[in-house]
């Protein structure tokens, strides 16, 4: 049980994302499968063990495809869909972008996170979108740059929300300088229940206090700490992944 006393189980909070997330995937039975097993599979790739049931954030950054997805479970037990959202990942081909990086991110207090000032920048752009969403830091990656000669370099790797009038509704095609861009609802989903707090948590349970942590929020008692970015190998769209609207 959490400090607030609350504990909503996985089927509670699926039903809480089907609400809350309004631009939220149907995925197919059979696609959820195909889904878990390759969260399995990098999480065994990667070496990064699950001691219990807990909470992991799944990319596919295929371009045709650019969905998110929340998993609750383990590789023994299995894993549930909590539910899954449009996302924009990396755009290479202009100077400082990149693809996003393939692989496992372990969410960790060396690279602390931060909230939204919610300012534009020189093209009027709220890059993290709008104020106090929280910008989830996965640290620094290396990986190919996606501009001249196409080197490795070290990026960046954060989830966030974006602007709310320019680009939220591109989300579901690859737009991002190599982070991930996820809706504002999804982001405030995973932050309100501590999703992805595995060590935020720990670290409050020794008394550390953390300025970042929302004062409503009501966090889960099974956090996770990892992100898994796939390419998967959809060579069409999924009828389950649209195009944003105005670009059908």
Not at 123 to 128: I, Q, R, V
Not at 189 to 209: E, N, P, S, T
């Amino acid at each position: 049980m959490n400090a607030s006393g609350v504990d909503l189980s996985p089927a509670d909070l699926r039903a809480e994302f089907s609400k809350k997330v309004t631009s939220h995937l149907n995925l197919p039975p059979e696609t959820v499968v195909s889904y878990a097993n390759a969260l399995n599979e990098g999480l065994r790739n990667s070496d990064s063990s699950l001691d219990s049931p807990q909470y992991v954030v799944l990319v596919d950054r295929n371009p045709n495809v650019q969905a998110v997805m929340l998993f609750w479970g383990d590789s023994s037990d299995g894993w549930q869909l909590i539910g899954a959202a449009p996302v924009s990942t990396g755009l290479p081909g202009n100077f400082d972008h990149f693809l996003t990086p393939l692989g496992v991110f372990n969410h960790s207090l060396d690279n602390p996170d931060f909230r939204a000032e919610g300012t534009k920048n020189e093209f009027g752009f709220k890059g993290y979108g709008e104020k106090g969403l929280r910008v989830y830091d996965f640290g620094w990656v290396e990986e190919n740059r996606g501009w001249g000669s196409g080197e490795k370099m070290l990026m960046r790797l954060q989830m966030h929300a974006t602007d709310p009038d320019l680009a939220e509704n591109l989300l579901g095609i690859p737009r991002s300088k190599g982070c991930i861009r996820i809706p504002a609802a999804m982001n405030e989903f995973i932050d309100k229940y501590g999703l992805l707090d595995f060590d935020y948590d720990a670290a409050v349970q020794r008394g550390v206090h953390f300025w970042v942590l929302r004062n409503d929020r009501i966090p889960t008692s099974t956090p996770g700490r990892y992100l898994l970015v796939i390419q998967s190998h959809a060579d069409t769209r999924p009828f389950w992944s649209p195009l944003p609207k105005h670009l059908k």
